[in-house]
């Protein structure tokens, strides 16, 4: 399983993007890239998903460059609500994904 | 779509005691569930996958014997503490993947341990 590095944690203000960059650099052909968000005392969130290239939705971005050794979650101006830690997984999907969490980033988003 | 609900959402037991937490696919049938135990400000910690029908696979270092898990349906797993000590007392949470869905986990919103 490719094994992710992440920073401990980041501090943001209200209104900020902000970016969190994961490296991955033995990731398999067929693994997936997927952020989840944790509040404390919850289940992880499943937040985006992506192989390649960039990703988006209603709530945040993901890019992947073309080696996809690495991968950046996009927060286009947060709130205070997403304060919260930021996991980075790698791993194939379905019922073959075994998720193996890193210690994730702690989002400090002030006002 | 995809939700994933357990219960309890917590717990408080005497030491020795077994425990049983359910995890079930609302909206979706998961051939495959997931373990983890999450200790405070630690990681989640995968404990073991479970197939439907299937024994479950365990991860290195937990005790397949303590942790009983059972996935009998393609909607519901089930983790069992057997003789549950304090040590044990963390946040379990379990997530499941759909039958032949391309996508990925979700997670349940956990359920707290507290082992007196």
């Known amino acids: 399983l490719a094994k992710t590095t992440q920073p401990i944690s980041m501090d943001s203000y209200e209104g900020q993007e902000v970016n969190i960059t994961c490296s991955h650099n033995?990731?398999?052909?067929?693994?997936?890239i997927t952020w989840y968000q944790q509040f404390p005392s919850q289940g992880p969130r499943f937040i985006i998903q992506g192989y390649k290239t960039k990703v988006t939705n209603e709530v945040a971005s993901l890019f992947i460059p073309a080696d996809r050794k690495s991968s950046t979650l996009s927060l286009p101006r947060v709130s205070l609500s997403d304060t919260a830690v930021y996991y980075c997984l790698v791993g194939a999907l379905g019922n073959t994904g075994k998720l193996i969490f890193g210690q994730g980033t702690t989002l400090q988003v002030k006002p | 779509g995809a939700v994933v609900s357990q219960h309890p959402s917590w717990v408080i037991c005497k030491s020795g005691t077994s425990v049983k937490i359910e995890c079930r696919s609302l909206d979706f049938q998961a051939t495959t569930m997931f373990w983890y135990r999450q200790f405070p400000k630690q990681s989640l910690m995968l404990m073991a996958t479970?197939?439907?029908?299937?024994?479950?696979?365990?991860e290195q270092g937990v005790e397949k014997d303590k942790f009983l898990i059972n996935h009998a349906s393609l909607t519901l797993s089930t983790l069992t503490v057997t003789s549950a000590h304090p040590e044990d007392s963390s946040f379990y949470i379990c997530s499941a993947s759909g039958v032949g869905e391309a996508d990925t986990q979700y997670f349940g919103p956990g359920t707290r341990l507290t082992v007196l």
């Open positions: 479970s197939n439907e029908g299937s024994k479950a696979t365990y």
């Open positions: 033995n990731i398999a052909t067929n693994d997936y």
